[in-house]
C-alpha cells in the first residue's frame, strides 16, 4: 500500500492565484481530513469528510473548498490564495469511528 | 479555546536523559489520548496511546502516564536517543472517529549526543 499521497510536495503561488491540493490514499478509509500546520499553532483542522459525497468544516475552513467525489480521493482547493494561506498541509485518513490516524507526507505552499 | 495545552514548546536533553513532554486538558468527555511524532519533512506518525481506564502504557522506550484526576498526561521518553529529535503532539478525542481529534501545539525534542 502506498499509503497516504498527497500532491505536489512544494508549490509557490502568486496572491489571487488558485490552485488544488491532491490527496490520495488506497487503505479504503472512510474518513480523510486535511491540516494546516504553522510554527507554534500546532495541526488545525480545515475541512474533514466522513464518506463519499459527505464533507463538513473543522477549525479553519475560511478559504478552501473541498469535495469527496470517491472513497480515495479528497481534493483541496484554493480559490484565490492569501499569504496568510502560506502553511504545510496535511491530508490523514481513517477508517471510520478510528481515532488513530494516518497521515501524508504533507505540502508546503508558499504565497507570495 | 484551545483544548489541550501542550508543555514545553522545545526541549533539549543530552543522549541518555529522560525527556517529559505533558499535557492538560478540561473536557472530561475525552476518552482517547495519542501522541503522534513528527520528524523534519514529514507527517506526523501514531506513537503511542492510551485510554483513561489505564494510568500507565509503556511500549519499549516511550511510556504514557495518566492522571484523570488531574486532567493531565505525559510522554515520557526513557535513554532518549539522537534519533528521537523530533515535534512530538499529543492529542485528545471524544468517543469517536478522528473528526473530534484535538491536537496540542507540539513540543520540539532535541536529543544531543
Known amino acids: 500500500n502506498a499509503g497516504v499521497t498527497q500532491t505536489p510536495k512544494f508549490q509557490v503561488l502568486k496572491t489571487g492565484q488558485s490552485m488544488t491540493l491532491q490527496c490520495a490514499q488506497d487503505m479504503n478509509h472512510e474518513y480523510m481530513s486535511w491540516y494546516r500546520q504553522d510554527p507554534g499553532m500546532g495541526l488545525r483542522l480545515i475541512h474533514y469528510?466522513?464518506?463519499?459525497?459527505?464533507?463538513d468544516q473543522g477549525e479553519v475552513p475560511n478559504g478552501y473548498n473541498v469535495s469527496r467525489s470517491t472513497t480515495e480521493d479528497f481534493p483541496l482547493r484554493l480559490l484565490s490564495a492569501a499569504p496568510s494561506q502560506t502553511s504545510v498541509y496535511f491530508c490523514a485518513s481513517s477508517y471510520s469511528l478510528s481515532p488513530s490516524l494516518d497521515f501524508g507526507p504533507g505540502t508546503r505552499l508558499t504565497v507570495t | 479555546q484551545q483544548q489541550v495545552k501542550q508543555s514545553p514548546q522545545s526541549l533539549i536533553v543530552q543522549k541518555g536523559g529522560i525527556s517529559i513532554i505533558n499535557c492538560a486538558y478540561e473536557n472530561t468527555a475525552f476518552d482517547y489520548f495519542p501522541w503522534y511524532q513528527q520528524f523534519p519533512g514529514k507527517g506526523p506518525a501514531l506513537l503511542i496511546a492510551i485510554r483513561p481506564d489505564v494510568s500507565e502504557k509503556k511500549e519499549g522506550r516511550f511510556t504514557i502516564s495518566f492522571n484523570k484526576s488531574a486532567k493531565q498526561f505525559s510522554l515520557h521518553i526513557m535513554d532518549s536517543q539522537p534519533g528521537d529529535s523530533a515535534t512530538y503532539f499529543c492529542?485528545?478525542?471524544?468517543?469517536?472517529?478522528?473528526?473530534?481529534?484535538?491536537f496540542g501545539k507540539g513540543t520540539k525534542l532535541t536529543v544531543n549526543p
Open positions: 492529542a485528545a478525542s471524544i468517543q469517536g472517529g478522528s473528526e473530534k481529534l484535538v
Open positions: 469528510s466522513v464518506g463519499a459525497g459527505i464533507t
